[in-house]
């Protein structure tokens, strides 16, 4: 996610913005700026890549001013370039912006604005532009900026938390917060705003978090909050008693948790705008961000190959089941690092899918380089902007889970997943296989994906005791059937991967062709048991394992539960998913707190695990 610091009323306010922004450089970022408002002029230093090119550009430019606004860019539309970063300005120079989030009717906006020249490719920077033509309507003698942002901001779709500055308002800054975080303060004189609270406790513990559809004018006098009508609102106000340790990772012991529980935004903002009206009219359809590729070639595919890693090969997996079901398309999934080393029938017909958080995962990214020599079409689905895989692939669909900082990948996959079902209803839809309307219907019911997993996180209490009840087991054997198979498979991988204890996964169906020699009593057996096609096999499959002395934890829906209480020694029961491919969405997320817990109760390194780097860039 992106940073945002701004701070009126300190002659040092640049040293304060610069300082803010090292305190927020965990959140992930790939260019950073600040603009300074000294009521003559707005001037702006912005570099792409690391704080420190920043930190160069201000020695050989140095700013003095007691208003600014700072910013930590995590791209989402638009490459990480110096053009690109942060603050945005518009074409008058008198009003500048710094965005967390994403506007989603950005383009009809620009449109609106006719031949207004832009100075980036960022869905950002056309707020700036509305601004000052709002200011432009008010009397010379009455600009307000507060009313000119809330004005603009009423016509806003997306998530955002927006921090403007204009020489109309020498010693003020406007925010605007809409689902993504922000916080005001003021103190001995000074007012502040942040993304969060890591970059203020610096200067003051007493904050307020806005809500959503609240604004403030902040000032060295003090901080106006108002609601949409701009009427006052009393905001949500606190100490933080957090350390700065605790503060990067917003209260949350550990990154990994943090980013466990930021799953239903992550999926909310992987979902978000995903249907489009085509420039030639017709009903909505289903779009990727960048699509290179001529959908009619897609048209002629008749393979599919999904490349990839780790954690993204098992969401790979599901986008076998996600293709095969809506497409129609045979799909192999293949371990990167094996791929191009064996003779693949790739032609232009083959569309390869990579599938990789970071979008640097070598294997990966030679996988891929492999396919597109062989002349077949790239699409890259990945978590990074500007990344290797991204900018090589012919197509590409981003995740929007934000930096993902742990090295256990959590949101990164749950969102690669609904990533994966997207591209399955869009080869449907691309194929005529899939009417637009279905799709729409589709994507419809998966909206309900966030809260469903929000409502598996309020199981963390039951799932930490069973972590307590197993954390001294060395060897757990996870099992699944058809869409609870690459979860099996991926819960197995959490758990070794950060608390170091054996797990293996099986198709459950192959337990009597040799892993079944492996139970005997004590055994923990996990077993994904979703109601549904597979459910009646999956209750023959833990009789089995508990005949001989394996203790069972089922992983199972509403529609299970029932039966599997008379079978199993412990029961998950989650809610009933929007379609059978998105249940793995939510049957992932109590085994990512169940390894969490059992990390943590034997003392291990959650975040940064032995051997093990976040991105694997060496063959
Ligand atoms: C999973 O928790 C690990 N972080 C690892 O398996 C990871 O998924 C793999 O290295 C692939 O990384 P990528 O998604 O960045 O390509």
New binding site residues.
């Given amino acids: 996610m992106c940073g945002i610091i701004g701070i009126t009323g300190r002659p040092d306010a640049v040293d304060g913005i610069v300082a803010g922004l090292t305190r927020l450089e965990y959140r992930g970022y790939d260019s950073a700026g600040i603009v300074t408002n000294d009521g003559r002029d707005l001037r702006v230093v912005k570099r792409a890549g690391k704080l420190q090119q920043l930190v160069k550009a201000l020695e050989a430019q140095p700013l003095a001013t007691s208003t600014g606004i700072g910013h930590t860019r995590w791209a989402t539309h638009g490459e990480p370039t110096d053009r690109n970063a942060h603050p945005h300005v518009d074409p008058s120079g008198r009003v500048a912006v710094v965005h967390n989030g994403i506007i989603e009717n950005y383009q009809a906006l620009k449109a609106e604005l006719g031949d207004a020249r832009f100075a980036s490719e960022t869905d950002t920077e056309v707020t700036a532009h509305l601004v000052a033509r709002e200011l432009d309507r008010q009397p010379e003698d009455a600009r307000d900026l507060l009313a000119a942002v809330r004005a603009v901001v009423a016509r806003l779709q997306g998530a955002y938390s927006l921090c403007f500055v204009a020489l109309d308002a020498p010693d003020e800054i406007v925010v605007a917060k809409h689902e993504a975080p922000l916080i005001v303060a003021h103190a001995d004189g000074v007012g502040y705003c942040a993304s969060d609270v890591a970059a203020l406790i610096a200067h003051t513990r007493e904050v307020a978090a806005l809500l959503d559809g609240q604004f403030a004018r902040i000032a060295p006098d003090g901080v106006e909050v108002v609601d949409v009508h701009g009427e006052p609102v009393e905001p949500h106000r606190y100490e933080v008693d957090w350390d700065l340790a605790a503060a990067e990772k917003q209260g949350f012991p550990h990154f990994m948790l943090k980013e466990i529980h930021e799953q239903p935004q992550a999926i909310a903002d992987t979902l978000r705008d995903r249907l489009t009206v085509p420039p030639n009219g017709g009903g909505p359809r289903l779009y990727l961000d960048e699509l290179r590729i001529d959908e009619h070639e897609l048209g002629s595919i008749d393979k599919v190959f999904i490349l990839?890693?780790?954690?993204?090969l098992h969401a790979g997996m599901v986008g076998k089941l996600a293709i095969e079901h809506w497409a129609g398309i045979p799909v192999d999934v293949e371990v990167a690092s094996e791929f191009r080393y064996r003779d693949p029938i790739v032609d232009p017909h083959t569309l390869v899918i990579a599938i990789?958080?970071?979008g640097?995962?070598i294997d990966?990214i030679a996988g891929a380089s492999y396919a597109r020599d062989q002349r077949a079409p790239v699409i890259a689905l990945v978590n990074v902007v500007g990344s290797t895989l991204a900018r090589e692939a012919d197509g590409v669909l981003y995740t929007h889970a934000g930096p993902e900082v742990a090295?256990?990948?959590t949101k990164?996959f749950t969102t690669q997943l609904i990533g994966c079902l997207l591209l399955g209803l869009f080869l449907g839809q691309v194929r005529g296989r899939l009417f637009a309307s279905e799709a729409e219907d589709i994507l419809a019911r998966l909206q309900s994906v966030p809260e469903a997993v929000q409502q598996v996180l309020e199981l963390d209490a039951q799932i930490a005791a069973l972590a307590e009840r197993y954390h001294d087991v060395d060897y757990t054997m996870f099992i699944g059937r058809h869409t609870g198979l690459p979860i099996a498979y991926e819960g197995a991988?959490?758990l070794k991967?950060i608390s170091y204890l054996h797990a293996e996964a099986f198709p459950a169906g192959e337990m009597k062709h040799g892993p079944i020699a492996l139970i005997e009593q004590g055994s923990l057996v996990v077993a994904l048991a979703p109601a549904g096609r597979v459910f009646g096999k999956m209750v023959s499959n833990i009789q089995e394992v508990r005949a001989r002395g394996a203790a069972v934890l089922a992983i199972g829906t509403e529609g299970s539960t029932a039966e599997l209480k008379a079978h199993a020694d412990d029961v998950l029961t989650l809610p009933e998913p929007p379609h059978e491919l998105a249940g793995p969405v939510l049957s992932v997320v109590p085994l990512q707190l169940f390894s969490y817990h059992v990390a943590t109760l034997r003392g291990e390194d959650v975040d940064q695990p032995r051997n093990l780097a976040?991105?694997?860039t060496v063959e």
Wanted: a neutral charge.
């Fill in positions: 990839a890693c780790g954690t993204s990789s958080q970071s640097e995962t990966t090295v256990a990948s990164a991988l959490k991967e976040k991105t694997v």
